[in-house]
């Protein structure tokens, strides 16, 4: 069974799933100390970044300095999707 196709893709799916859950943690820890409490409707918003997106914030994070920064960016992530 676990040599299986079907059995070795939800294997992988869910790896990558826990990835980018991890990269998202580790994004908003990043926010969190640079900005201070990120709101939770900015959290969420982070939470649906694809992977590569998560990526592209944790560098544009250091260049922020207000939240008004991060919102600025995924304004133009929305654009772009």
């Not at 859950?21 to 580790?26: F, N, R, S, T």
């Not at 990120?38 to 998560?54: D, M, N």
Request: charged fraction near 15%; avoid cysteine.
């Amino acid at each position: 069974m676990r040599e299986s196709p079907l059995y070795q893709e939800i294997l992988q799916e869910g790896v990558e799933k826990g990835i980018q859950q991890g990269e998202v943690l580790l994004a908003l820890r990043q926010l969190t100390r640079r900005l201070g409490q990120v709101p939770p409707q900015l959290q969420a918003q982070i939470q649906q970044l694809s992977s590569s997106q998560v990526e592209a914030l944790g560098e544009a994070l250091l260049d922020f300095s207000t939240t008004q920064d991060l919102v600025a960016w995924l304004q133009t992530q929305q654009a772009n999707s």
